[in-house]
């Protein structure tokens, strides 16, 4: 072999090598930092009023917390901001931009004992901007509201399944957690806002997470497991377009006054005396006219209403009731004679069965005594 070609090395199997080793040899103590930085590195960022009552409070566990990293912070309450920069004494370089993405989560009202875990060197976070995503603020407040869930228990659901904090706050989600779970909140957050229900992503994170329990399906295709849901494109009600009035380009004509309407009629070049016994005639005629409708209204009283005729339907079921009537007359009076007869045939019966052999045997008339008389 030559001695210029150089032997590839071999390569290690990290699911050999335990979590401890590979621990020690990611983690950065500051002996492994010489010396000091060459370059000030600092970030700011701004919060909203309402914060700065809580911000104020919880500023002396802030600097506590970041000075162990050697980074020194700024609270500025009148221009409303947050600043962290590097010191002589930051011996980690990656601390300011975990210090940086602290200030942010405690700016979109992440609680302090939360927003501090982002400085582990596992934990990542990220700020889904969601304001931007729809247009009708109605509707973003109703998706919003959807992510969030009755009580809270969808967002609850997504931060079980993807092991995440997660903080809705107005325009924006904060979420944190590992990179990989990031995606997925992210994802989860992104369709919301699109109108994917959250459930869908919840009923199939549930899905997997049974499956990887099972080594057999470990080096398999899950996609016959998972659900597939159909897009249904569901009509929205479009409101009706107003119509623009067409301008016109003349103005409309003037409403005529009274002395144009007089010299139209000529009226206006007479004399007064014309003048009044045409509205005499005019009045006059306009009595006569009121007095024939009055006439016309009180003759009206004196008519008489017009009868209504039966029509063919009303005569037949008349006709149908008076034919039905006669026949349940009838009826009863042939049960009337049934019964007459039969009680007429018991009557003889009964009297031929008392009579005996000496209603048929002539008896003797009986004479009347003489009465005796008194012999004086």
């Known amino acids: 072999m030559d001695n210029n070609v150089a032997e590839k090395p071999d390569l290690i199997d990290m699911s050999t090598v335990p979590e401890e080793e590979i621990k020690k040899a990611l983690t950065f103590s500051p002996e492994d930092m010489p010396g000091p930085l060459l370059e000030e590195s600092s970030f700011a960022t701004l919060f909203p009023k309402y914060r700065e009552g809580y911000l104020r409070e919880v500023w ?138 959250p459930i ?43 119509t623009k009035k067409k301008k016109e380009l003349f103005p409309p004509a003037p409403t005529p006054s009274k002395i144009d309407l007089q010299l139209k009629s000529g009226e206006y070049f007479l004399k007064p005396d014309e003048k009044k016994a045409r509205e005499a005639e005019r009045r006059k005629q306009a009595s006569i006219e009121n007095r024939a409708k009055k006439d016309a209204e009180r003759e009206k009283s004196f008519v008489a209403p017009k009868e209504d005729l039966p029509t063919t339907t009303t005569a037949k079921k008349s006709a149908s009731k008076q034919n039905a009537d006669k026949s349940e007359k009838e009826q009863l009076e042939a049960l009337r004679n049934k019964f007459k007869a039969q009680a007429e045939i018991r009557e003889n019966k009964r009297s031929i069965d008392s009579t005996t052999a000496s209603d048929y045997v002539l008896q003797p008339a009986k004479t009347k005594k003489a009465k005796k008389t008194k012999s004086t």
């Open 200 to 242: 869908y992503h919840i009923k199939e994170l549930m899905i997997r997470k049974e499956l990887a329990k099972d080594p057999k399906l470990a080096n398999e295709s899950w996609d016959r497991f998972l659900p597939r849901f159909k897009k249904r494109n569901v009509r929205q009600h479009k409101k009706p377009k107003a």
């Open 60 to 197: 002396p566990l802030v600097t506590k917390a970041l000075e162990k990293g050697g980074v020194a912070c700024k609270l500025n309450l009148v221009e409303g901001s947050m600043t962290v920069s590097t010191t002589r004494k930051t011996w980690d370089p990656y601390y300011i931009l975990k210090a940086r993405d602290m200030i942010k989560l405690l700016a979109r009202s992440v609680p302090f004992p939360q927003a501090m875990k982002i400085l582990d060197d596992d934990m990542a976070c990220d700020i889904i901007k969601i304001g931007n995503l729809v247009q009708n603020k109605e509707r973003f407040v109703k998706r919003r509201q959807r992510l969030l869930g009755p009580n809270g228990n969808t967002l609850k659901a997504v931060e079980l399944l993807t092991e995440c904090y997660v903080m809705i706050q107005g325009s924006t989600v904060s979420a944190m957690g590992s990179l990989k779970n990031l995606s997925l909140v992210r994802r989860i957050v992104e369709d919301c806002m699109k109108n994917i229900h």
